[in-house]
């Protein structure tokens, strides 16, 4: 054994021992042991950083073993993004109970100075899965020879990393040691580092170089350039740099899997990463299975197909409407369906579009009397008990009861049903109704809204269905128009759409340490007031400024959290954003807890049996690490 191998060994073992786990020999996944033996690979000791992450097993699992492999299915070759997204390794993590970040990828962080300072530590001896150092250099070149390079970011910094338009102060400590510094804190930067999209504010530099004109050879690299077909170096170096797409199998990954398979393809396939950062308490190095297998099947036929036994563990593309179906077929394919739970603020929502491009739509759109009518017009119990038996939350598209900021009045205020106070404020409004009870607007128009979706999902058609019958006792006519996403979003922006719909809030288990984006016009995508958040999106280049009492508080909210330097302060700004959220409803919910049926083949292994379903905070399945999913057969 030599000296390197001895001590690597030994330090991670005492590692092991100071996390909690017991100093014993690490264990070598046996599907390596041929390449080590041979001297291809290092022995497991030597791969490991000097302190690894050791993973603590929830109280649903158990320790592992090793091999198998994990089958799902995608809809699209865009979706190996998901193997990114379930390995879920990032410089910080959510922790699944408390949604606090801690550590992963990195040793260490401070934030200091009210979340102006950052420093981040990361783990000596730790390598990128090709066996390449991972260093504070990945660091340096994202940040010297990618940002503020014009060619690669002509639009210089991504916007979470300016505070105020300023940029931060990058610098190399040591080269396991990097820190960011802004004049203001910036409270978003280490929630963006968590995400399932997450900025990488690293890259493999010493596969990158190759492709950059400041370090590559000039001959090389134009012949590079020519036999790919690029204009130039740049867009040659975009296309490698895929690093979250995972459609490039040459690029490194810190992943639990690394991609094998260049598209196109119909059978992706990830690898276990020989230097994952993280063991278990036994000092098993993860993930525990080896192979992440992902096959490309019609988005249609995805539930079909995985009803029949065709997956070891599916999400996507399923719906609660398959419910029944895949029950019926747990004995026959040996799976199980669970049900975990949404977290979005509501399933469904309406979005009345504040900036119509119709005067009378607009007014009226902005009138929150309107908006509350509309809301206890909608018999949620009577969509709960038909399209979801029962077990959805009906209420506000709002918190639900596992953030802290939770209270039963931001679910029910104007979620009643209540027909006789919605005629109430419709009468107040001056919306007289005709001899056949219909309702006129002041210009003698009908009031029939149409409402556009993306023509996606039967599901918000059935939900319209039901609103629509309950909406005629307060003499309005409901209609729908079917349009292809980009039509849809398009509409949308020019002020074409009167109301649309889409799920609600992303993030209902909110915590005062997360930004109320979603609650302020900050972004164009926000169909209630795309002109708005086109306005804050462009620094005022286009849209158009707020002009709501209401809104323009909430801009107000948003700009204070983010100077806000307690977490006190951050709760009181965020109970006033919940509160005139809840009070002017300017999205109208419908119900939330929605449950995502998910397909477990019964030898897979420390899958929760219940959990949260959302996409951010939680990567899905990633907060739950799915590295530590195992095969008992």
Known sequence: MTVARLLAITLAACALAASGGSAQTLVEPPSLAAQVQSGRLPPVGERLPANPRVVKLA?????????????????????????????????????????????????????????????????????????????????????????????????????????????????????????????????????????????????????????????????TLRKLVAEEGQRSWVPLHFRRDRLRNLDNPEIPTLGPWRPTTKPPANRFIGERNPYFHRIDERGQQLPYIDRFIMVLANSKLIAAKAGSGEVDLQSRNIAFNNYTFL???????????????????????????????????????????????????????????????????????????????????????????????????????????????????????????????????????????????????????????PLQREVFRNRIFAGETVMSVWGGLENGIITPDMSPEEFAPVNQVQLQWPKWGQYFETSAKAGEPPDLPAAQELMRLYEAWIRASTRAERERIWHRVLTIHTDEVFTVGVVSGVRQPVIVRNTLKNVPQEAIYNWNPGAQFGIYQPDTFWFDE
């Open 59 to 219: 109280d649903y699992k158990t320790p592992g073993k090793h091999g198998g492999a994990l089958s799902m299915l995608i809809g699209t070759t865009n979706d190996l993004r998901l193997l990114d997204v379930y390995g879920y390794a990032r410089l910080v993590v959510y922790d699944p109970k408390t949604y606090e970040l801690v550590p992963d990828i990195l040793e260490s962080f401070t934030a200091e100075d009210g979340g102006r300072v950052f420093t981040l530590k990361l783990r000596k001896g730790h390598r990128w899965s090709d066996g390449q150092p991972f260093t504070a250099e990945d660091f340096r070149y994202f940040w010297e020879d990618m940002i503020l390079n014009k060619d690669i970011s002509p639009g210089g910094p991504p916007r979470v990393l300016l505070v105020g338009n300023q940029s931060p102060t990058f610098e190399v400590l040591d080269p396991h040691t990097v820190r960011y510094s802004w004049t203001e804190p910036n409270p978003f930067f280490l929630p963006e580092l968590a995400s399932a999209a997450p900025l990488f504010i690293y890259r493999p530099a010493h596969y990158l170089k190759q492709f950059h004109i400041k370090y590559a050879d000039r001959a």
């Open 327 to 481: 029950k019926n077929n747990e004995k026959r394919a040996n799976f199980s369906v669970r049900l975990w739970r949404e977290a979005k603020g509501s399933h469904f929502a309406l979005f009345p579009n504040l900036n119509a491009s119709d005067p009378e739509w607009r007014k009226l759109n902005r009138d929150a009397r309107y908006r509350r009518a509309l809301s206890l017009a909608i018999d949620r119990t009577l969509i709960n008990r038909v399209l979801y038996f029962g077990l959805a939350i009906e209420g506000n598209n709002t918190v639900l009861k596992e953030s802290p900021l939770y209270t039963e009045k931001y679910r029910t205020e104007w979620a009643r049903f209540d027909v006789r106070e919605a005629n109430r404020l419709l009468d107040s409004i001056g919306l007289k109704r005709r001899a056949d009870g219909l309702r006129e607007l002041p210009d003698g128009r009908t009031m029939d809204i149409i409402v556009e979706t993306a023509g996606e999902e039967s599901e918000q058609s059935d939900i319209l269905e039901l609103i629509r019958e309950t909406w005629l006792e307060v003499g309005i006519r409901l209609f729908t128009r």
